[in-house]
Protein backbone atom coordinates (compact mmCIF):
# COMPACT_ATOMS: atom_id res chain seq x y z
CA UNK A 1 0.00 0.00 0.00
CA UNK A 2 2.92 2.37 1.00
CA UNK A 3 4.93 1.49 -2.09
CA UNK A 4 1.62 1.82 -4.14
CA UNK A 5 0.98 5.54 -2.46
CA UNK A 6 4.65 6.99 -3.12
CA UNK A 7 4.50 5.84 -6.75
CA UNK A 8 0.72 7.50 -6.96
CA UNK A 9 3.04 10.67 -5.06
CA UNK A 10 5.48 10.54 -7.88
CA UNK A 11 3.39 10.16 -11.02
CA UNK A 12 1.58 13.57 -9.33
CA UNK A 13 4.52 15.24 -9.10
CA UNK A 14 5.74 14.39 -12.61
CA UNK A 15 2.66 15.57 -14.20
CA UNK A 16 1.46 12.62 -15.56
CA UNK A 17 -2.74 11.79 -15.40
CA UNK A 18 -3.50 8.99 -13.54
CA UNK A 19 -7.03 8.86 -13.09
CA UNK A 20 -8.62 8.61 -9.23
CA UNK A 21 -9.18 5.16 -9.34
CA UNK A 22 -5.47 4.39 -9.49
CA UNK A 23 -5.71 1.84 -11.58
CA UNK A 24 -2.33 0.84 -13.77
CA UNK A 25 -1.53 -1.23 -16.02
CA UNK A 26 -1.46 -4.39 -14.67
CA UNK A 27 -0.55 -7.38 -17.71
CA UNK A 28 0.55 -4.71 -20.56
CA UNK A 29 -1.69 -7.10 -22.88
CA UNK A 30 -3.15 -4.99 -25.77
CA UNK A 31 -2.17 -2.67 -28.36
CA UNK A 32 -2.90 0.98 -28.25
CA UNK A 33 -5.77 1.57 -30.32
CA UNK A 34 -5.99 3.95 -33.55
CA UNK A 35 -7.83 6.73 -34.15
CA UNK A 36 -8.89 5.47 -37.09
CA UNK A 37 -9.85 2.29 -36.14
CA UNK A 38 -11.78 3.97 -33.01
CA UNK A 39 -13.46 6.77 -35.30
CA UNK A 40 -14.12 3.59 -37.91
CA UNK A 41 -16.58 1.77 -35.22
CA UNK A 42 -17.59 4.66 -32.78
CA UNK A 43 -20.51 5.72 -34.34
CA UNK A 44 -23.09 5.76 -31.35
CA UNK A 45 -24.64 8.86 -30.92
CA UNK A 46 -25.30 9.91 -27.26
CA UNK A 47 -28.91 11.01 -26.12
CA UNK A 48 -27.99 14.91 -26.39
CA UNK A 49 -26.90 14.13 -29.91
CA UNK A 50 -23.61 16.08 -29.62
CA UNK A 51 -21.94 13.54 -31.11
CA UNK A 52 -24.02 13.48 -34.08
CA UNK A 53 -21.45 14.55 -37.00
CA UNK A 54 -21.97 17.47 -39.54
CA UNK A 55 -24.00 17.41 -42.70
CA UNK A 56 -27.01 17.98 -43.79
CA UNK A 57 -29.54 16.46 -46.60
CA UNK A 58 -33.20 16.56 -47.62
CA UNK A 59 -35.67 13.92 -48.87
CA UNK A 60 -35.80 14.88 -52.28
CA UNK A 61 -31.88 13.73 -52.20
CA UNK A 62 -32.72 10.75 -49.88
CA UNK A 63 -35.39 9.40 -52.28
CA UNK A 64 -32.96 8.99 -54.95
CA UNK A 65 -30.78 6.91 -52.72
CA UNK A 66 -33.04 5.36 -51.02
CA UNK A 67 -34.58 3.49 -53.97
CA UNK A 68 -30.92 2.72 -55.14
CA UNK A 69 -29.75 0.75 -51.67
CA UNK A 70 -32.55 0.54 -49.59
CA UNK A 71 -35.91 -0.35 -51.65
CA UNK A 72 -34.83 -3.65 -52.02
CA UNK A 73 -35.46 -4.65 -48.65
CA UNK A 74 -38.00 -2.07 -47.37
CA UNK A 75 -39.90 -2.06 -49.97
CA UNK A 76 -41.58 0.93 -52.05
CA UNK A 77 -42.19 3.85 -49.66
CA UNK A 78 -40.56 2.22 -46.33
CA UNK A 79 -43.60 -1.01 -46.66
CA UNK A 80 -44.00 -4.17 -48.31
CA UNK A 81 -40.43 -5.21 -47.86
CA UNK A 82 -39.11 -7.90 -46.11
CA UNK A 83 -37.20 -5.57 -43.81
CA UNK A 84 -39.44 -3.63 -40.96
CA UNK A 85 -41.45 -1.14 -42.47
CA UNK A 86 -40.30 2.57 -42.18
CA UNK A 87 -43.49 4.19 -41.92
CA UNK A 88 -45.60 3.95 -39.05
CA UNK A 89 -43.01 2.87 -36.55
CA UNK A 90 -41.04 5.48 -36.29
CA UNK A 91 -38.81 5.13 -32.91
CA UNK A 92 -39.19 7.83 -30.44
CA UNK A 93 -36.79 10.16 -31.60
CA UNK A 94 -35.35 10.47 -34.97
CA UNK A 95 -32.19 10.61 -33.91
CA UNK A 96 -32.00 6.80 -33.26
CA UNK A 97 -33.23 6.49 -36.93
CA UNK A 98 -30.17 8.15 -37.68
CA UNK A 99 -28.13 5.93 -35.45
CA UNK A 100 -29.53 3.05 -36.85
CA UNK A 101 -28.81 4.20 -40.83
CA UNK A 102 -25.45 5.53 -40.00
CA UNK A 103 -24.30 2.33 -38.04
CA UNK A 104 -25.93 -0.31 -40.19
CA UNK A 105 -27.57 0.31 -43.00
CA UNK A 106 -27.80 -1.64 -45.97
CA UNK A 107 -27.52 -4.05 -43.62
CA UNK A 108 -24.30 -6.39 -44.40
CA UNK A 109 -25.44 -9.72 -45.06
CA UNK A 110 -22.78 -11.82 -45.26
CA UNK A 111 -19.54 -12.95 -43.49
CA UNK A 112 -18.82 -11.26 -40.23
CA UNK A 113 -21.53 -8.91 -40.47
CA UNK A 114 -19.81 -6.07 -42.09
CA UNK A 115 -21.37 -3.85 -45.14
CA UNK A 116 -19.92 -3.34 -48.38
CA UNK A 117 -21.10 0.44 -48.67
CA UNK A 118 -20.82 2.55 -45.63
CA UNK A 119 -22.92 5.94 -45.85
CA UNK A 120 -21.39 9.58 -44.81
CA UNK A 121 -23.33 12.09 -43.00
CA UNK A 122 -24.53 13.71 -45.68
CA UNK A 123 -26.00 10.60 -47.34
CA UNK A 124 -27.37 9.74 -43.62
CA UNK A 125 -28.95 12.80 -43.25
CA UNK A 126 -30.90 12.69 -46.76
CA UNK A 127 -32.27 9.68 -45.79
CA UNK A 128 -33.37 10.67 -42.35
CA UNK A 129 -34.87 13.19 -44.32
CA UNK A 130 -36.77 11.17 -46.76
CA UNK A 131 -37.31 8.64 -44.03
CA UNK A 132 -39.11 11.85 -41.71
CA UNK A 133 -41.23 12.91 -45.31
CA UNK A 134 -42.56 9.37 -45.32
CA UNK A 135 -44.28 9.79 -41.91
CA UNK A 136 -45.29 13.16 -42.24
CA UNK A 137 -42.74 14.86 -40.22
CA UNK A 138 -40.83 16.68 -42.88
CA UNK A 139 -41.55 18.80 -45.97
CA UNK A 140 -39.64 17.51 -49.39
CA UNK A 141 -37.38 20.47 -49.38
CA UNK A 142 -36.59 20.39 -45.73
CA UNK A 143 -33.19 20.37 -44.71
CA UNK A 144 -32.10 18.55 -42.34
CA UNK A 145 -28.70 19.04 -40.09
CA UNK A 146 -26.98 18.21 -36.79
CA UNK A 147 -29.26 21.46 -35.39
CA UNK A 148 -32.32 20.48 -35.89
CA UNK A 149 -32.74 16.64 -35.69
CA UNK A 150 -32.20 15.89 -32.61
CA UNK A 151 -35.23 18.79 -31.86
CA UNK A 152 -37.29 16.62 -34.29
CA UNK A 153 -40.02 14.77 -32.02
CA UNK A 154 -42.69 12.12 -32.69
CA UNK A 155 -45.71 13.94 -31.91
CA UNK A 156 -47.31 11.31 -29.98
CA UNK A 157 -44.72 8.96 -28.30
CA UNK A 158 -47.20 6.69 -27.24
CA UNK A 159 -47.57 5.64 -31.09
CA UNK A 160 -44.74 3.74 -30.88
CA UNK A 161 -44.87 -0.08 -31.01
CA UNK B 1 4.65 -18.97 -27.25
CA UNK B 2 6.85 -21.23 -27.91
CA UNK B 3 4.48 -23.83 -25.79
CA UNK B 4 1.72 -22.81 -27.83
CA UNK B 5 3.04 -23.67 -31.08
CA UNK B 6 3.91 -27.04 -29.54
CA UNK B 7 0.15 -27.49 -28.55
CA UNK B 8 -0.55 -26.90 -32.01
CA UNK B 9 1.41 -29.52 -33.34
CA UNK B 10 0.09 -31.85 -31.00
CA UNK B 11 -3.57 -31.37 -31.71
CA UNK B 12 -2.79 -31.92 -35.70
CA UNK B 13 -1.12 -34.83 -34.64
CA UNK B 14 -4.01 -36.11 -32.23
CA UNK B 15 -6.47 -35.60 -35.05
CA UNK B 16 -4.58 -37.38 -37.60
CA UNK B 17 -4.26 -40.38 -35.39
CA UNK B 18 -8.07 -40.07 -34.41
CA UNK B 19 -8.27 -40.54 -38.40
CA UNK B 20 -6.49 -44.04 -37.98
CA UNK B 21 -8.11 -45.31 -34.93
CA UNK B 22 -11.75 -44.11 -36.77
CA UNK B 23 -10.80 -45.87 -39.80
CA UNK B 24 -9.99 -49.27 -38.38
CA UNK B 25 -12.87 -49.37 -36.39
CA UNK B 26 -14.74 -48.75 -39.40
CA UNK B 27 -12.90 -51.34 -41.21
CA UNK B 28 -14.09 -53.77 -38.71
CA UNK B 29 -17.69 -53.33 -39.65
CA UNK B 30 -20.27 -51.16 -39.28
CA UNK B 31 -23.55 -52.88 -37.56
CA UNK B 32 -25.41 -50.16 -36.07
CA UNK B 33 -26.15 -47.13 -37.55
CA UNK B 34 -23.90 -45.25 -34.59
CA UNK B 35 -20.70 -46.99 -35.53
CA UNK B 36 -21.13 -46.16 -39.03
CA UNK B 37 -20.99 -42.30 -38.31
CA UNK B 38 -17.09 -40.68 -37.57
CA UNK B 39 -19.27 -38.06 -36.21
CA UNK B 40 -20.67 -39.98 -33.17
CA UNK B 41 -16.73 -40.79 -32.32
CA UNK B 42 -14.27 -37.67 -32.99
CA UNK B 43 -17.32 -35.11 -32.26
CA UNK B 44 -19.58 -37.18 -29.65
CA UNK B 45 -22.77 -36.99 -31.41
CA UNK B 46 -25.91 -38.11 -29.37
CA UNK B 47 -28.01 -41.40 -29.38
CA UNK B 48 -30.21 -42.32 -32.62
CA UNK B 49 -32.70 -42.42 -30.01
CA UNK B 50 -32.63 -38.84 -28.25
CA UNK B 51 -34.19 -36.66 -30.45
CA UNK B 52 -34.99 -33.10 -28.41
CA UNK B 53 -34.85 -30.22 -29.93
CA UNK B 54 -34.61 -26.40 -30.01
CA UNK B 55 -37.86 -24.87 -32.07
CA UNK B 56 -38.35 -21.50 -33.84
CA UNK B 57 -39.59 -18.81 -32.44
CA UNK B 58 -41.45 -16.98 -34.68
CA UNK B 59 -42.73 -13.29 -34.72
CA UNK B 60 -44.43 -11.36 -37.17
CA UNK B 61 -42.67 -8.02 -36.41
CA UNK B 62 -39.08 -9.51 -37.18
CA UNK B 63 -40.31 -11.06 -40.72
CA UNK B 64 -36.90 -9.54 -42.77
CA UNK B 65 -36.00 -12.37 -45.06
CA UNK B 66 -38.50 -14.66 -43.41
CA UNK B 67 -36.24 -15.82 -40.79
CA UNK B 68 -37.21 -16.35 -37.62
CA UNK B 69 -36.14 -14.60 -34.48
CA UNK B 70 -34.68 -16.98 -32.28
CA UNK B 71 -34.46 -20.87 -31.08
CA UNK B 72 -36.28 -22.28 -28.49
CA UNK B 73 -34.47 -24.54 -25.52
CA UNK B 74 -36.43 -28.16 -24.92
CA UNK B 75 -36.76 -27.55 -21.61
CA UNK B 76 -39.74 -30.25 -21.49
CA UNK B 77 -36.59 -32.95 -21.67
CA UNK B 78 -34.39 -30.58 -19.59
CA UNK B 79 -31.44 -32.73 -16.69
CA UNK B 80 -30.05 -31.10 -13.79
CA UNK B 81 -29.20 -27.40 -14.56
CA UNK B 82 -26.93 -26.93 -17.77
CA UNK B 83 -28.30 -26.66 -21.56
CA UNK B 84 -26.20 -28.75 -24.13
CA UNK B 85 -24.47 -25.96 -26.35
CA UNK B 86 -26.69 -27.36 -29.05
CA UNK B 87 -29.59 -26.85 -27.29
CA UNK B 88 -29.17 -23.28 -25.62
CA UNK B 89 -31.12 -20.73 -26.77
CA UNK B 90 -30.59 -17.54 -29.20
CA UNK B 91 -32.59 -14.80 -30.57
CA UNK B 92 -31.48 -13.52 -33.49
CA UNK B 93 -32.76 -10.16 -34.86
CA UNK B 94 -33.98 -11.49 -38.20
CA UNK B 95 -30.76 -12.18 -39.35
CA UNK B 96 -28.33 -15.22 -38.67
CA UNK B 97 -24.80 -15.21 -36.43
CA UNK B 98 -22.25 -13.62 -38.35
CA UNK B 99 -19.24 -15.88 -39.59
CA UNK B 100 -16.03 -14.72 -37.74
CA UNK B 101 -12.54 -15.37 -37.84
CA UNK B 102 -11.33 -15.43 -34.41
CA UNK B 103 -8.01 -14.55 -35.79
CA UNK B 104 -9.64 -10.94 -37.39
CA UNK B 105 -12.12 -10.80 -34.91
CA UNK B 106 -10.93 -7.62 -32.28
CA UNK B 107 -12.13 -5.91 -28.93
CA UNK B 108 -11.38 -2.53 -28.81
CA UNK B 109 -12.11 -0.34 -25.44
CA UNK B 110 -12.20 3.01 -25.33
CA UNK B 111 -13.95 6.48 -23.74
CA UNK B 112 -12.98 7.68 -21.05
CA UNK B 113 -9.96 5.58 -20.62
CA UNK B 114 -6.10 6.43 -20.09
CA UNK B 115 -5.12 4.08 -22.48
CA UNK B 116 -7.94 2.93 -25.85
CA UNK B 117 -6.44 -0.54 -26.33
CA UNK B 118 -7.37 -3.24 -28.96
CA UNK B 119 -7.33 -6.99 -27.86
CA UNK B 120 -6.84 -10.42 -29.82
CA UNK B 121 -8.76 -13.61 -29.23
CA UNK B 122 -5.15 -14.76 -27.90
CA UNK B 123 -4.51 -11.64 -25.89
CA UNK B 124 -7.82 -12.23 -24.19
CA UNK B 125 -6.57 -15.51 -23.56
CA UNK B 126 -3.46 -14.48 -21.63
CA UNK B 127 -5.85 -12.51 -19.33
CA UNK B 128 -6.61 -13.95 -16.09
CA UNK B 129 -9.60 -15.83 -16.44
CA UNK B 130 -12.53 -17.22 -14.48
CA UNK B 131 -15.53 -19.81 -15.13
CA UNK B 132 -18.93 -19.39 -14.05
CA UNK B 133 -22.74 -21.32 -13.97
CA UNK B 134 -25.01 -18.35 -14.65
CA UNK B 135 -28.30 -18.84 -16.74
CA UNK B 136 -29.56 -16.54 -19.36
CA UNK B 137 -33.15 -15.14 -20.08
CA UNK B 138 -34.49 -13.17 -22.68
CA UNK B 139 -36.71 -10.33 -21.28
CA UNK B 140 -39.49 -11.62 -23.22
CA UNK B 141 -39.85 -15.19 -21.73
CA UNK B 142 -42.69 -15.02 -20.38
CA UNK B 143 -45.91 -17.42 -19.26
CA UNK B 144 -48.30 -17.47 -22.56
CA UNK B 145 -51.90 -18.33 -22.68
CA UNK B 146 -51.43 -19.26 -26.38
CA UNK B 147 -48.82 -21.36 -25.95
CA UNK B 148 -49.05 -24.97 -25.62
CA UNK B 149 -45.42 -26.46 -24.45
CA UNK B 150 -43.31 -24.95 -21.69
CA UNK B 151 -40.83 -24.63 -24.65
CA UNK B 152 -42.84 -22.06 -26.32
CA UNK B 153 -43.91 -20.31 -22.67
CA UNK B 154 -39.86 -20.45 -20.76
CA UNK B 155 -37.75 -21.34 -23.64
CA UNK B 156 -35.87 -18.34 -23.93
CA UNK B 157 -33.47 -19.51 -20.79
CA UNK B 158 -31.07 -21.51 -20.89
CA UNK B 159 -27.77 -22.27 -18.51
CA UNK B 160 -24.42 -22.76 -18.91
CA UNK B 161 -20.91 -22.81 -17.41
CA UNK B 162 -19.36 -19.17 -18.86
CA UNK B 163 -15.76 -18.79 -18.90
CA UNK B 164 -13.83 -15.36 -20.08
CA UNK B 165 -12.33 -12.30 -18.59
CA UNK B 166 -14.07 -10.07 -15.95
CA UNK B 167 -14.70 -6.85 -17.87
CA UNK B 168 -13.07 -5.37 -14.28
CA UNK B 169 -9.80 -6.58 -15.45
CA UNK B 170 -9.87 -4.75 -19.39
CA UNK B 171 -11.49 -1.84 -17.26
CA UNK B 172 -8.41 -1.28 -15.66
CA UNK B 173 -6.37 -2.45 -18.03
CA UNK B 174 -7.79 0.20 -19.98
CA UNK B 175 -7.30 2.92 -16.80
CA UNK B 176 -11.68 4.33 -16.82
CA UNK B 177 -12.05 7.50 -15.33
CA UNK B 178 -13.43 8.42 -11.98
CA UNK B 179 -16.20 9.74 -13.35
CA UNK B 180 -17.12 7.63 -15.94
CA UNK B 181 -21.01 5.74 -14.59
CA UNK B 182 -21.62 3.66 -17.61
CA UNK B 183 -20.44 1.66 -20.39
CA UNK B 184 -21.83 0.99 -23.53
CA UNK B 185 -20.69 -1.90 -25.62
CA UNK B 186 -21.67 -3.02 -29.37
CA UNK B 187 -21.50 -6.61 -31.25
CA UNK B 188 -20.50 -7.12 -34.68
CA UNK B 189 -23.43 -8.32 -36.30
CA UNK B 190 -25.27 -6.63 -39.12
CA UNK B 191 -27.59 -5.29 -36.55
CA UNK B 192 -24.74 -3.48 -33.93
CA UNK B 193 -26.51 -3.96 -31.48
CA UNK B 194 -25.34 -1.57 -28.51
CA UNK B 195 -26.41 -1.69 -24.80
CA UNK B 196 -25.13 0.27 -21.52
CA UNK B 197 -24.83 -0.77 -17.93
CA UNK B 198 -23.78 1.04 -14.99
CA UNK B 199 -20.31 0.78 -14.54
CA UNK B 200 -21.46 -0.57 -10.68
CA UNK B 201 -22.75 -3.57 -12.52
CA UNK B 202 -19.33 -3.97 -15.24
CA UNK B 203 -17.26 -4.00 -12.61
CA UNK B 204 -18.29 -6.28 -10.25
CA UNK B 205 -19.40 -9.39 -12.11
CA UNK B 206 -19.84 -8.93 -15.66
CA UNK B 207 -17.75 -11.73 -18.36
CA UNK B 208 -16.63 -11.24 -21.29
CA UNK B 209 -17.08 -14.83 -22.39
CA UNK B 210 -15.26 -16.99 -24.92
CA UNK B 211 -15.81 -20.42 -23.39
CA UNK B 212 -19.84 -21.93 -22.91
CA UNK B 213 -19.89 -25.99 -21.31
CA UNK B 214 -16.24 -26.31 -21.77
CA UNK B 215 -15.84 -25.52 -25.75
CA UNK B 216 -15.88 -21.88 -27.38
CA UNK B 217 -19.14 -20.28 -27.58
CA UNK B 218 -21.39 -21.39 -30.43
CA UNK B 219 -22.23 -19.27 -32.94
CA UNK B 220 -25.69 -18.44 -32.51
CA UNK B 221 -24.85 -17.63 -28.84
CA UNK B 222 -21.88 -14.75 -29.90
CA UNK B 223 -18.88 -16.74 -31.35
CA UNK B 224 -15.94 -15.84 -30.14
CA UNK B 225 -16.68 -13.47 -27.98
CA UNK B 226 -19.66 -12.20 -25.66
CA UNK B 227 -20.77 -10.39 -23.15
CA UNK B 228 -22.00 -12.13 -19.90
CA UNK B 229 -24.29 -10.21 -17.12
CA UNK B 230 -25.24 -12.42 -14.45
CA UNK B 231 -28.89 -11.80 -13.25
CA UNK B 232 -29.82 -9.20 -15.74
CA UNK B 233 -32.09 -9.72 -18.61
CA UNK B 234 -30.17 -11.50 -21.24
CA UNK B 235 -30.46 -8.50 -23.76
CA UNK B 236 -27.28 -6.82 -21.66
CA UNK B 237 -25.35 -9.97 -22.75
CA UNK B 238 -24.18 -8.43 -25.91
CA UNK B 239 -22.94 -11.15 -28.58
CA UNK B 240 -20.07 -11.09 -31.29
CA UNK B 241 -18.63 -8.32 -29.05
CA UNK B 242 -16.17 -5.72 -30.48
CA UNK B 243 -16.48 -2.54 -28.86
CA UNK B 244 -16.50 -1.47 -25.23
CA UNK B 245 -16.80 2.83 -24.89
CA UNK B 246 -16.43 3.83 -21.41
CA UNK B 247 -18.60 7.05 -21.36
CA UNK B 248 -20.50 9.14 -18.23
CA UNK B 249 -24.32 8.22 -18.89
CA UNK B 250 -26.75 5.60 -20.61
CA UNK B 251 -27.10 6.12 -24.06
CA UNK B 252 -30.17 4.93 -24.99
CA UNK B 253 -28.44 2.99 -28.20
CA UNK B 254 -31.25 2.48 -31.27
CA UNK B 255 -32.15 -1.58 -29.74
CA UNK B 256 -32.74 0.22 -26.09
CA UNK B 257 -35.38 2.34 -27.50
CA UNK B 258 -36.74 0.07 -30.07
CA UNK B 259 -37.77 -2.55 -27.80
CA UNK B 260 -35.47 -2.90 -24.17
CA UNK B 261 -36.71 -0.01 -22.51
CA UNK B 262 -39.60 0.17 -20.20
CA UNK B 263 -42.10 2.88 -21.89
CA UNK B 264 -44.71 4.89 -19.92
CA UNK B 265 -48.01 3.09 -20.89
CA UNK B 266 -50.80 5.28 -22.27
CA UNK B 267 -52.50 5.33 -18.80
CA UNK B 268 -49.50 7.48 -17.20
CA UNK B 269 -48.38 10.65 -17.44
CA UNK B 270 -44.82 10.05 -17.10
CA UNK B 271 -42.56 10.08 -20.21
CA UNK B 272 -39.47 8.64 -19.38
CA UNK B 273 -38.65 5.65 -20.65
CA UNK B 274 -36.52 2.94 -17.98
CA UNK B 275 -34.45 0.43 -18.73
CA UNK B 276 -34.94 -3.00 -16.11
CA UNK B 277 -32.59 -4.82 -14.55
CA UNK B 278 -32.86 -7.85 -12.69
CA UNK B 279 -35.26 -10.71 -13.94
CA UNK B 280 -37.05 -11.47 -10.56
CA UNK B 281 -37.82 -14.59 -9.45
CA UNK B 282 -39.05 -17.55 -11.32
CA UNK B 283 -39.77 -21.15 -11.70
CA UNK B 284 -41.23 -23.73 -13.84
CA UNK B 285 -42.20 -27.29 -13.80
CA UNK B 286 -40.43 -28.63 -16.42
CA UNK B 287 -42.25 -31.74 -16.47
CA UNK B 288 -44.99 -33.08 -16.59
CA UNK B 289 -45.85 -29.98 -18.63
CA UNK B 290 -48.15 -28.56 -21.33
CA UNK B 291 -48.43 -31.60 -23.85
CA UNK B 292 -47.14 -34.27 -21.97
CA UNK B 293 -49.33 -37.10 -20.70
CA UNK B 294 -49.03 -39.33 -17.11
CA UNK B 295 -49.03 -42.63 -18.74
CA UNK B 296 -49.14 -44.66 -15.78
CA UNK B 297 -52.25 -43.53 -14.83
CA UNK B 298 -52.66 -42.87 -10.74
CA UNK B 299 -50.03 -43.07 -8.86
CA UNK B 300 -46.05 -41.89 -8.21
CA UNK B 301 -44.86 -39.55 -10.09
CA UNK B 302 -41.39 -37.25 -10.19
CA UNK B 303 -42.55 -33.67 -10.70
CA UNK B 304 -39.44 -31.70 -12.06
CA UNK B 305 -38.50 -28.13 -13.07
CA UNK B 306 -36.15 -25.30 -12.72
CA UNK B 307 -35.89 -21.94 -10.89
CA UNK B 308 -33.71 -19.20 -11.08
CA UNK B 309 -33.54 -15.90 -9.96
CA UNK B 310 -31.45 -12.42 -11.28
CA UNK B 311 -31.45 -11.66 -7.13
CA UNK B 312 -28.79 -13.99 -6.17
CA UNK B 313 -29.09 -17.84 -5.10
CA UNK B 314 -32.69 -20.00 -5.15
CA UNK B 315 -33.27 -20.61 -1.24
CA UNK B 316 -36.08 -22.42 -1.60
CA UNK B 317 -39.03 -23.61 -4.30
CA UNK B 318 -42.58 -24.51 -3.18
CA UNK B 319 -44.92 -26.74 -5.60
CA UNK B 320 -48.63 -27.26 -5.03
CA UNK B 321 -50.54 -29.99 -6.76
CA UNK B 322 -53.91 -28.67 -5.83
CA UNK B 323 -54.68 -25.38 -7.72
CA UNK B 324 -52.11 -23.42 -5.13
CA UNK B 325 -53.95 -24.31 -1.72
CA UNK B 326 -51.50 -26.09 -0.20
CA UNK B 327 -47.57 -25.29 -0.49
CA UNK B 328 -45.00 -27.86 -0.03
CA UNK B 329 -41.00 -27.61 -0.09
CA UNK B 330 -39.63 -29.04 -3.01
CA UNK B 331 -36.37 -30.95 -3.35
CA UNK B 332 -33.10 -29.33 -4.73
CA UNK B 333 -31.67 -31.81 -6.51
CA UNK B 334 -27.93 -30.16 -7.09
CA UNK B 335 -25.94 -27.45 -6.86
CA UNK B 336 -27.57 -23.79 -5.66
CA UNK B 337 -25.30 -21.61 -7.64
CA UNK B 338 -26.08 -17.52 -7.87
CA UNK B 339 -28.07 -16.53 -10.37
CA UNK B 340 -28.15 -19.92 -12.12
CA UNK B 341 -30.74 -22.35 -12.80
CA UNK B 342 -31.29 -24.81 -9.60
CA UNK B 343 -32.76 -28.00 -10.27
CA UNK B 344 -35.83 -28.83 -8.23
CA UNK B 345 -37.74 -32.05 -7.52
CA UNK B 346 -41.39 -33.52 -5.96
CA UNK B 347 -42.43 -36.67 -5.87
CA UNK B 348 -46.32 -36.68 -6.01
CA UNK B 349 -48.95 -39.37 -5.22
CA UNK B 350 -52.06 -38.65 -8.12
CA UNK B 351 -55.48 -39.40 -7.00
CA UNK B 352 -56.56 -39.76 -10.94
CA UNK B 353 -58.63 -36.32 -10.04
CA UNK B 354 -58.18 -33.14 -12.51
CA UNK B 355 -55.78 -30.65 -10.69
CA UNK B 356 -53.41 -27.90 -11.72
CA UNK B 357 -49.58 -28.34 -10.36
CA UNK B 358 -47.44 -25.31 -10.17
CA UNK B 359 -44.26 -24.12 -8.48
CA UNK B 360 -42.83 -20.68 -7.13
CA UNK B 361 -39.54 -19.54 -6.15
CA UNK B 362 -38.30 -17.94 -3.26
CA UNK B 363 -34.67 -16.33 -4.05
CA UNK B 364 -31.83 -15.79 -1.37
CA UNK B 365 -33.06 -12.02 -0.61
CA UNK B 366 -36.62 -13.19 0.36
CA UNK B 367 -38.54 -12.35 -2.77
CA UNK B 368 -41.45 -14.73 -3.65
CA UNK B 369 -42.46 -15.32 -7.15
CA UNK B 370 -45.85 -14.03 -8.06
CA UNK B 371 -49.25 -15.36 -8.72
CA UNK B 372 -50.81 -14.22 -12.14
CA UNK B 373 -52.86 -12.09 -9.79
CA UNK B 374 -50.47 -10.74 -7.78
CA UNK B 375 -48.36 -9.66 -11.19
CA UNK B 376 -51.48 -7.87 -13.17
CA UNK B 377 -52.04 -6.21 -9.42
CA UNK B 378 -48.54 -4.75 -9.03
CA UNK B 379 -48.63 -3.23 -12.79
CA UNK B 380 -52.30 -1.87 -12.42
CA UNK B 381 -53.33 -4.34 -15.31
CA UNK B 382 -55.89 -6.37 -16.16
CA UNK B 383 -54.83 -10.11 -14.88
CA UNK B 384 -57.18 -11.59 -17.81
CA UNK B 385 -55.12 -9.65 -20.41
CA UNK B 386 -51.87 -10.61 -19.46
CA UNK B 387 -49.16 -10.58 -21.28
CA UNK B 388 -50.39 -7.21 -22.67
CA UNK B 389 -48.50 -4.46 -24.48
CA UNK B 390 -50.13 -1.95 -22.14
CA UNK B 391 -48.59 -3.60 -18.95
CA UNK B 392 -45.58 -1.63 -18.42
CA UNK B 393 -42.61 -4.28 -18.17
CA UNK B 394 -44.66 -6.70 -20.02
CA UNK B 395 -41.60 -8.48 -20.79
CA UNK B 396 -40.28 -8.52 -17.74
CA UNK B 397 -42.57 -11.02 -16.29
CA UNK B 398 -42.11 -13.75 -14.04
CA UNK B 399 -45.90 -14.57 -12.69
CA UNK B 400 -46.30 -18.65 -11.83
CA UNK B 401 -47.23 -20.89 -14.42
CA UNK B 402 -49.67 -23.30 -13.58
CA UNK B 403 -50.24 -27.09 -15.44
CA UNK B 404 -53.64 -28.48 -16.14
CA UNK B 405 -53.99 -32.31 -15.12
CA UNK B 406 -56.87 -34.10 -17.03
CA UNK B 407 -58.44 -36.90 -15.86
CA UNK B 408 -56.91 -39.09 -18.75
CA UNK B 409 -53.61 -37.58 -17.44
CA UNK B 410 -53.09 -34.86 -20.18
CA UNK B 411 -51.27 -32.30 -19.28
CA UNK B 412 -51.96 -28.45 -20.74
CA UNK B 413 -51.10 -25.11 -20.11
CA UNK B 414 -53.67 -23.62 -17.58
CA UNK B 415 -52.28 -20.05 -17.56
CA UNK B 416 -55.29 -18.48 -18.06
CA UNK B 417 -57.53 -20.08 -15.66
CA UNK B 418 -55.50 -19.99 -12.49
Not at chain 1, 32 to 50: F, H, M, N, R, V
Not at chain 1, 96 to 104: C, F, G, Q
Not at chain 2, 25 to 43: C, F, M, P, R
Not at chain 2, 158 to 178: H, I, K, N, R
Request: hydrophobic share 35%; proline share 6%.
Amino acid sequence: MRVRLAAFTLLVLFGWHLSASGQGLQYEIGRSATQEEISDWDKTLDPAGKEIPEGKGTAVQGKIMYQESCESCHGENGINGSAPELTGYLRIYPIHTWDKIYRTMPLGTSGAGERDIKLSPDETYSLTAYILYLNGMAAENDILHKQNLPAVRIPDPDFIR
Amino acid sequence: MKNLLDRRRFLTHGTAMMGITLGSIKAAGAQTSNESSNDVLAYGGRSRFVTSQRIADIDETHRAFGRHEGMLTPLQDSMGIITPNSLHFATMQGYYPPDINPDDHKLIIHGMVDRSLVFTMDDLLRLPSVSRIHYLECQANRPEVMEPTVQGSHGKTSCAEWTGVLMSTLLQEAGYDANAKWVIYEGAEPGKMVKSLPMKKALDDVMIAYGQNGEPIRPQNGYPLRVLVPGFEALYSIKWLRRIKVVDRPYMGYQEIRQYTVRPGRQSDERTPFYNYENGPKSVITSPSGEQQLMSGPGYYRITGLAWSGGGAVKKVEVSTDAGKIWRQADIEGPQHKMAHTRFNSIWKWNGEPTHIMARCIDEQNQVQPSRHQFARYWGVDPDKLPTREQRGSGHHNSIQPWGIRENGSVYNSYAII
